[in-house]
Nanobody, 121 residues
Framework: QVQLVESGGGLVQPGGSLRLSCAAS????????MAWYRQAPGKQREMVAQ???????NYADSVKGRFTISRDNAVNTAYLQMNSLNPEDTAVYYC???????????????WGQGTQVTVSS
């Protein structure tokens, strides 16, 4: 079994910062990519940022220059540093990872339960 556990969400004022963490645990041999998605009320889930095992990153246009994704492969954890937050960033943020467990022939996609980020004055 594999678990992705997010933490770090909360309420922040416009212009503020938050740092999200996603810790992967369980039967893990290797993690290919880790990513953050978000879903605002009434909207589709969208990719926010993605990072490969080697550190290549990709961002949604709406967060470029404000958000930074990173990962620590030694502890199977990804981070999302969010700066200059605005109300449009309010959403549930989900961690996503593509990984293979010991004895897995293929890579599988896993999701966390989500953490709420609310940007409001």
């Amino acid at each position: 079994q594999v678990q992705l556990v997010e933490s770090g969400g909360g309420l922040v004022q416009p212009g503020g910062s938050l740092r999200l963490s996603c810790a992967a645990s369980g039967n893990i041999f290797t993690i290919n990519y880790m990513a953050w998605y978000r879903q605002a009320p009434g909207k589709q889930r969208e990719m926010v940022a993605q990072i490969s095992f080697g550190g290549s990153v990709n961002y949604a246009d709406s967060v470029k220059g404000r958000f930074t994704i990173s990962r620590d492969n030694a502890v199977n954890t990804a981070y999302l540093q969010m700066n200059s937050l605005n109300p449009e960033d309010t959403a549930v943020y989900y961690c996503n990872a593509g990984l293979a467990g010991w004895h897995d022939q293929y890579e599988y996609d896993y999701w966390g339960q989500g953490t709420q980020v609310t940007v409001s004055s």
